[in-house]
T-cell receptor, first 112, second 106 residues
Framework: NAGVTQTPKFQVLKTGQSMTLQCAQDMNHEYMSWYRQDPGMGLRLIHY???????DQGEVPNGYNVSRSTTEDFPLRLLSAAPSQTSVYFC???????????FGQGTRLTVV | RKEVEQDPGPFNVPEGATVAFNCTYS??????FFWYRQDCRKEPKLLMSVYSSGNEDGRFTAQLNRASQYISLLIRDSKLSDSATYLC???????FGAGTILRVKS
């Protein structure tokens, strides 16, 4: 039972570098989301998708891009990393709006 | 105003105590609500859904008050293993509160 798989688990980037955080789910869920979690801030929504080919911005989208070419995969791209993007990133999927969400184990990103 | 607000705590309680957390939300149209639990440096996991009639799961009871726009979580007979951060969640848009820290001490 893989559920939601995120890679990598840890990453250190230099300011200005780009990278892609991977997220894959094997539950055939339509809804997928990316969050970042900073101390004392809770989880803040970056981008979300309600199905293949459909994405939308969340609360804190600046500096990030997403695409959803398949139901299974929802990668998050950092275009030009900044120290302010140092955070823990979680990917989540759920069957439908209002349903329980399942999370990946998170990616701990440090930008120096 | 934040969509979901929680008292960050921490709540420090002895084993066996009863503890309650409240969470308020601003969108009166919200239809689904959850409590999630998050252990240190781990991903959030569903603790329980919150239904209009209230619901119980073992030592945990969740209540929804639509008129006052708050939900609550009651934990009875606290265990050391209950120590975690408890996240209040609006299920429609999956909006999370900042979490309430619970520390249960022996």
């Amino acid at each position: 039972n893989a559920g939601v798989t995120q890679t990598p688990k840890f990453q250190v980037l230099k300011t200005g570098q780009s990278m892609t955080l991977q997220c894959a789910q094997d539950m055939n869920h339509e809804y997928m989301s990316w969050y970042r979690q900073d101390p004392g801030m809770g989880l803040r929504l970056i981008h979300y998708s309600v199905g293949a080919g459909i994405t939308d911005q969340g609360e804190v989208p600046n500096g990030y891009n997403v695409s959803r070419s398949t139901t299974e995969d929802f990668p998050l791209r950092l275009l030009s990393a900044a120290p302010s993007q140092t955070s823990v990133y979680f990917c989540a999927s759920r069957e439908s709006r209002g349903a329980e969400a399942f999370f990946g184990q998170g990616t701990r990103l440090t930008v120096v | 105003r934040k969509e979901v607000e929680q008292d960050p705590g921490p709540f420090n309680v002895p084993e066996g105590a009863t503890v309650a957390f409240n969470c308020t939300y601003s969108n009166s149209a919200s239809q689904s609500f959850f409590w999630y639990r998050q252990d240190c440096r781990k991903e959030p996991k569903l603790l329980m859904s919150v239904y209009s009639s209230g619901n119980e799961d073992g030592r945990f009871t969740a209540q929804l008050n639509r008129a006052s726009q708050y939900i609550s979580l009651l934990i009875r007979d606290s265990k050391l293993s209950d120590s975690a951060t408890y996240l209040c969640v609006l299920g429609d848009k999956l909006v999370f509160g900042a979490g309430t820290i619970l520390r249960v001490k022996s």
